[in-house]
């Protein structure tokens, strides 16, 4: 079964178990639902007739608001699980005694089951559907929520076709016995399975329910979020026509069929021809999705209503009703329903349960109470068809509403995506502007919008240079004669210097690297295709130089496809080497290198967005969102933004989808190795132009399968151009011909100084670029280190060993503050003071130590930020124990 639900319902692994238990209630609860609202709604009818359906309503509204009112309280302390039970425990206990009444042959018994069914529908909408929101996120839902309403369908389907066999077998009344005992039996049985299913959640209910809206604070945050407005037109104006629409199609039923036998029989038989093609619908919902859009999508549900109210204008027939019936059931449950599942998942997280409760309860019955209040006051003048021009305009506000929400969709994710960060690309808009402060509009800017206004190049910092003198200066040793050259450029754009500057983006140096860029912007679209070219083949850190060229100069001609055609190939065939390397037998070799390649392919899709960034002054800031609790909205705003060839590449990557599927859309778009062995993967990364990927690759097959096999691919890589290459290769074919081999010291050091807490979170790459400069020294017992009030101008990695930190050492008040041992280092307050040591360190046992000077440290920093956030957090953490 779940190979079914993965491969043909795109429900996976992780989200199966949450799936099959809600969709379990959904169909329970809506199976049984079906046969006690046709046997409502047809004794009702005949009773009391359509006339009073809209006083019912009415009551109906008043009745929610109160129950709604009520249950808002609660719940602030309980789950919303906890209050579905509480929800059907009552029906239960009420649909038995209401049983007794009916045999009793007590007419108000059909205005209280009445009641009862209506109020249901709300408690359902608000309670079920927030559990399932609890459950899956905004991406998720665009394939779970059609499923899950699938299973609604299925159950409402059912239940209608058996209706008319229950009743003739068991009479009409025994439906409420039936009703009654169900609900008893899925609350029992929620509240067993729930906590498992739930987890967390149901720990978080109370927590998340603290935040409430007063009335009057409702308008401001229509302004604010225009979501919200979006979902309240939504919530409101459907709950409108739906009431006038009911009270017609009651009339023309009525007419049309005399006895409440037959009446049953109609609704039980239309009523499941209508849901079972609904729920065969349901299964293609997601590919109307991909190829509408959800904002196309929700211009369906509108456009149906004014088609509907327009047709029963000029026919008022039970064919028109039941095109009506049956188009507003199959749109509602098929498209406008799971919409609007997906879109209250993209609510900001601080509004999203206040905003389900007020919307799906509040809203909802407000729009009843006011389509029941227009046709009580406007029935004694005007005739049931005639309140179709009334509902024809509400459906055109309606329209107009939704092309507004269509028009602003991707503004609206981003709002919600920047509640809780920083918007760089807003900072940098800003510092466009001068100090007068013109206006700054939240949405993207293209690189069209910015091609009349593109930056002027900061020409203050450069230095008229003769251009050969320049020229041959850009390779010279000194950092600073490098930048100054770099920089004469600026002035001169001598063309001759373009591919030498272009190498420049690569320079350790971030000042001439920086001039590098800065000069190369001035030569505008002349070098646009060079740049293009260059892309393709350059190193990652001049790629970034080179899109960053291309984005600050505003080039807007530029053509990325061959760009993101070989990257995102390349994300995919990795894709396959970490499934391979999951497999393998884990050992230090295999970790690093699946380390590794997750880590390249994150660098190809920063590099991806940085080239989209280009076109899209979002996709910064989306590709930070992606790593965070709003990912699922990020992907929704990247898929909405870009070019609708690049969605089908670009979004596998990206989202929350099993590796397996993700592999599997990757063999359809590109040529990909099919029979992906071990042996055929370790040979591609030994191939790969990433010289970290190639020395891994080597180093697992001199670790886990030397053999004679590879000993051909290795020998291609004894004269790599890259030393530590060449080391691993050697270490690779010595280990193939059976050799008793040490572990290379380049991959000893890389292992070992990612324990340090200060290299935490850093790559294999960053890390192989500190074990490159750092020096394994040795201390005897007793050597000093550090002495205390002596410069020192290292930090020092202990390996093994114990470390003596000692206060006034050699006198009379010698003290021993601490000892430290293997992952401590030592050296790093000076590194930021430039003070001289406030304490001796001195080993205690024989010790090893990396050492790095600190001009070597500052260098690494400045290219590997994370470094120096490590090691804020750990002086925080060391200024809190202190304080203790």
Same mark, same amino acid.
């Given at each position: 079964?779940?190979?079914?639900?993965?491969?043909?319902?795109?429900?996976?692994?992780?989200?199966?178990?949450?799936?099959?238990?809600?969709?379990?209630?959904?169909?329970?609860?809506?199976?049984?639902?079906?046969?006690?609202?046709?046997?409502?709604?047809?004794?009702?009818?005949?009773?009391?007739?359509?006339?009073?359906?809209?006083?019912?309503?009415?009551?109906?509204?008043?009745?929610?608001?109160?129950?709604?009112?009520?249950?808002?309280?609660?719940?602030?302390?309980?789950?919303?699980?906890?209050?579905?039970?509480?929800?059907?425990?009552?029906?239960?206990?009420?649909?038995?005694?209401?049983?007794?009444?009916?045999?009793?042959?007590?007419?108000?018994?059909?205005?209280?089951?009445?009641?009862?069914?209506?109020?249901?529908?709300?408690?359902?909408?608000?309670?079920?559907?927030?559990?399932?929101?609890?459950?899956?996120?905004?991406?998720?839902?665009?394939?779970?929520?059609?499923?899950?309403?699938?299973?609604?369908?299925?159950?409402?389907?059912?239940?209608?076709?058996?209706?008319?066999?229950?009743?003739?077998?068991?009479?009409?009344?025994?439906?409420?016995?039936?009703?009654?005992?169900?609900?008893?039996?899925?609350?029992?049985?929620?509240?067993?399975?729930?906590?498992?299913?739930?987890?967390?959640?149901?720990?978080?209910?109370?927590?998340?329910?603290?935040?409430?809206?007063?009335?009057?604070?409702?308008?401001?945050?229509?302004?604010?979020?225009?979501?919200?407005?979006?979902?309240?037109?939504?919530?409101?104006?459907?709950?409108?026509?739906?009431?006038?629409?009911?009270?017609?199609?009651?009339?023309?039923?009525?007419?049309?069929?005399?006895?409440?036998?037959?009446?049953?029989?109609?609704?039980?038989?239309?009523?499941?021809?209508?849901?079972?093609?609904?729920?065969?619908?349901?299964?293609?919902?997601?590919?109307?999705?991909?190829?509408?859009?959800?904002?196309?999508?929700?211009?369906?549900?509108?456009?149906?209503?004014?088609?509907?109210?327009?047709?029963?204008?000029?026919?008022?027939?039970?064919?028109?009703?039941?095109?009506?019936?049956?188009?507003?059931?199959?749109?509602?449950?098929?498209?406008?329903?799971?919409?609007?599942?997906?879109?209250?998942?993209?609510?900001?997280?601080?509004?999203?349960?206040?905003?389900?409760?007020?919307?799906?309860?509040?809203?909802?019955?407000?729009?009843?109470?006011?389509?029941?209040?227009?046709?009580?006051?406007?029935?004694?003048?005007?005739?049931?068809?005639?309140?179709?021009?009334?509902?024809?305009?509400?459906?055109?506000?309606?329209?107009?509403?939704?092309?507004?929400?269509?028009?602003?969709?991707?503004?609206?994710?981003?709002?919600?995506?920047?509640?809780?960060?920083?918007?760089?690309?807003?900072?940098?808009?800003?510092? *466009?502007? $001068?100090?007068? %402060? =013109?206006?700054?509009?939240?949405?993207? +800017? !293209?690189?069209?919008?910015?091609? /009349? &206004?593109?930056? *002027?190049? $900061?020409?203050? %910092? =450069?230095?008229?240079?003769?251009?050969? +003198? !320049?020229?041959?200066?850009?390779? /010279? &040793?000194?950092?600073?004669?490098?930048?100054?050259? =770099?920089?004469?450029?600026?002035?001169?754009?001598?063309?001759?210097?373009?591919?030498?500057?272009?190498?420049?983006?690569?320079?350790?140096?971030?000042?001439?690297?920086?001039?590098?860029?800065?000069?190369?912007?001035?030569?505008?679209?002349?070098?646009?295709?060079?740049?293009?070219?260059?892309?393709?083949?350059?190193?990652?850190?001049?790629?970034?130089?080179?899109?960053?060229?291309?984005?600050?100069?505003?080039?807007?001609?530029?053509?990325?496809?061959?760009?993101?055609?070989?990257?995102?190939?390349?994300?995919?065939?990795?894709?396959?080497?970490?499934?391979?390397?999951?497999?393998?037998?884990?050992?230090?070799?295999?970790?690093?290198?699946?380390?590794?390649?997750?880590?390249?392919?994150?660098?190809?899709?920063?590099?991806?967005?940085?080239?989209?960034?280009?076109?899209?002054?979002?996709?910064?800031?989306?590709?930070?969102?992606?790593?965070?609790?709003?990912?699922?909205?990020?992907?929704?705003?990247?898929?909405?933004?870009?070019?609708?060839?690049?969605?089908?590449?670009?979004?596998?990557?990206?989202?929350?989808?099993?590796?397996?599927?993700?592999?599997?859309?990757?063999?359809?778009?590109?040529?990909?190795?099919?029979?992906?062995?071990?042996?055929?993967?370790?040979?591609?990364?030994?191939?790969?132009?990433?010289?970290?990927?190639?020395?891994?690759?080597?180093?697992?097959?001199?670790?886990?399968?030397?053999?004679?096999?590879?000993?051909?691919?290795?020998?291609?890589?004894?004269?790599?151009?890259?030393?530590?290459?060449?080391?691993?290769?050697?270490?690779?074919?010595?280990?193939?011909?059976?050799?008793?081999?040490?572990?290379?010291?380049?991959?000893?050091?890389?292992?070992?100084?990612?324990?340090?807490?200060?290299?935490?979170?850093?790559?294999?790459?960053?890390?192989?670029?500190?074990?490159?400069?750092?020096?394994?020294?040795?201390?005897?017992?007793?050597?000093?280190?550090?002495?205390?009030?002596?410069?020192?101008?290292?930090?020092?990695?202990?390996?093994?060993?114990?470390?003596?930190?000692?206060?006034?050492?050699?006198?009379?008040?010698?003290?021993?503050?601490?000892?430290?041992?293997?992952?401590?280092?030592?050296?790093?307050?000076?590194?930021?003071?430039?003070?001289?040591?406030?304490?001796?360190?001195?080993?205690?046992?024989?010790?090893?130590?990396?050492?790095?000077?600190?001009?070597?440290?500052?260098?690494?920093?400045?290219?590997?930020?994370?470094?120096?956030?490590?090691?804020?957090?750990?002086?925080?953490?060391?200024?809190?124990?202190?304080?203790?």
């Amino acid at each position: 079964m779940k190979r079914f639900a993965e491969k043909y319902l795109k429900i996976y692994p992780h989200e199966y178990s949450k799936f099959m238990w809600i969709s379990t209630i959904f169909f329970v609860i809506f199976f049984v639902t079906a046969i006690f609202r046709t046997y409502v709604d047809a004794a009702f009818l005949k009773r009391y007739g359509p006339q009073y359906v809209p006083w019912m309503l009415l009551i109906n509204a008043l009745l929610t608001f109160l129950v709604f009112g009520i249950v808002d309280r609660l719940g602030k302390r309980f789950a919303d699980l906890y209050l579905l039970v509480g929800f059907l425990s009552i029906y239960g206990v009420a649909s038995n005694i209401l049983f007794f009444m009916v045999k009793g042959d007590l007419s108000i018994s059909y205005p209280i089951l009445y009641q009862l069914l209506y109020l249901l529908d709300a408690i359902l909408l608000v309670y079920l559907w927030n559990i399932a929101g609890d459950l899956f996120d905004a991406r998720q839902g665009k394939r779970v929520f059609p499923m899950v309403t699938a299973a609604q369908v299925l159950g409402t389907t059912l239940g209608s076709f058996a209706t008319k066999p229950f009743t003739i077998g068991f009479g009409a009344d025994s439906t409420l016995i039936l009703f009654g005992f169900v609900c008893l039996g899925t609350g029992f049985f929620s509240l067993r399975s729930g906590a498992k299913v739930l987890g967390k959640l149901m720990a978080k209910g109370s927590a998340k329910k603290s935040v409430s809206k007063k009335l009057r604070e409702v308008p401001k945050l229509m302004m604010d979020f225009p979501i919200v407005r979006y979902l309240v037109i939504t919530g409101l104006i459907p709950n409108i026509l739906l009431p006038i629409f009911l009270y017609q199609f009651n009339v023309i039923a009525a007419h049309t069929f005399t006895t409440q036998e037959s009446l049953i029989s109609f609704l039980s038989i239309f009523r499941g021809i209508t849901t079972s093609l609904t729920f065969v619908l349901l299964f293609f919902v997601g590919r109307l999705y991909q190829s509408m859009g959800l904002t196309n999508a929700s211009l369906v549900h509108p456009i149906n209503f004014a088609v509907l109210f327009a047709s029963l204008a000029g026919f008022f027939n039970i064919f028109v009703a039941c095109y009506g019936q049956f188009s507003v059931i199959l749109i509602q449950r098929a498209i406008a329903g799971p919409v609007n599942k997906v879109l209250f998942n993209i609510i900001p997280s601080e509004l999203m349960t206040w905003s389900r409760i007020f919307i799906r309860g509040t809203v909802i019955k407000v729009g009843m109470l006011s389509g029941s209040l227009i046709m009580i006051i406007l029935k004694p003048v005007v005739d049931a068809q005639s309140l179709s021009y009334i509902a024809l305009v509400l459906s055109a506000y309606w329209v107009f509403e939704s092309l507004i929400f269509r028009k602003h969709y991707k503004r609206i994710l981003k709002q919600v995506i920047v509640e809780n960060k920083i918007d760089f690309d807003q900072i940098e808009a800003v510092r *466009a502007f $001068d100090s007068g %402060g =013109a206006a700054m509009e939240l949405g993207p +800017v !293209a690189v069209a919008d910015r091609s /009349d &206004e593109r930056p *002027a190049i $900061d020409t203050k %910092g =450069a230095t008229y240079m003769d251009p050969e +003198v !320049a020229l041959t200066l850009l390779d /010279d &040793e000194n950092a600073m004669t490098r930048g100054e050259a =770099a920089a004469s450029f600026i002035l001169t754009r001598d063309i001759r210097a373009v591919d030498k500057l272009v190498k420049l983006l690569e320079d350790s140096d971030e000042d001439v690297r920086k001039a590098a860029i800065e000069a190369l912007m001035g030569y505008r679209d002349v070098i646009l295709p060079f740049l293009e070219v260059s892309l393709i083949d350059s190193p990652s850190r001049a790629r970034r130089g080179i899109l960053e060229v291309i984005r600050l100069a505003g080039l807007k001609d530029f053509e990325m496809i061959p760009f993101l055609g070989k990257e995102l190939s390349l994300a995919y065939s990795n894709l396959l080497a970490i499934r391979i390397l999951n497999g393998m037998e884990k050992s230090i070799s295999v970790d690093l290198l699946l380390r590794h390649v997750v880590e390249l392919n994150e660098e190809k899709l920063g590099l991806i967005f940085q080239a989209l960034w280009v076109y899209h002054a979002d996709m910064r800031l989306m590709y930070e969102a992606l790593k965070s609790e709003t990912a699922s909205l990020a992907v929704e705003m990247v898929e909405n933004s870009i070019n609708k060839e690049i969605v089908p590449f670009l979004i596998p990557l990206i989202e929350d989808i099993p590796l397996e599927e993700k592999i599997e859309k990757g063999k359809k778009l590109f040529p990909m190795i099919r029979n992906d062995t071990p042996d055929r993967i370790l040979t591609f990364l030994v191939n790969s132009e990433d010289s970290i990927t190639r020395m891994l690759a080597l180093f697992v097959i001199g670790e886990n399968l030397p053999g004679s096999s590879f000993i051909p691919v290795i020998k291609t890589h004894l004269d790599d151009p890259y030393p530590f290459v060449r080391e691993i290769a050697d270490y690779a074919l010595r280990r193939s011909l059976n050799e008793v081999v040490p572990m290379p010291d380049v991959t000893e050091r890389i292992q070992k100084l990612k324990t340090f807490t200060i290299f935490e979170g850093m790559g294999v790459r960053e890390l192989h670029a500190i074990a490159s400069v750092v020096n394994l020294e040795h201390f005897e017992t007793g050597d000093i280190m550090i002495r205390e009030g002596e410069e020192n101008s290292s930090i020092y990695l202990i390996i093994t060993g114990n470390v003596r930190i000692l206060k006034d050492y050699g006198t009379e008040t010698e003290k021993e503050k601490v000892v430290v041992g293997e992952g401590a280092f030592i050296g790093e307050l000076s590194l930021f003071t430039r003070m001289a040591p406030n304490a001796t360190c001195a080993a205690a046992t024989p010790t090893d130590a990396y050492v790095l000077k600190h001009h070597q440290f500052q260098e690494i920093m400045r290219i590997y930020p994370q470094i120096g956030i490590n090691l804020c957090r750990f002086f925080t953490m060391k200024l809190r124990a202190s304080n203790y």
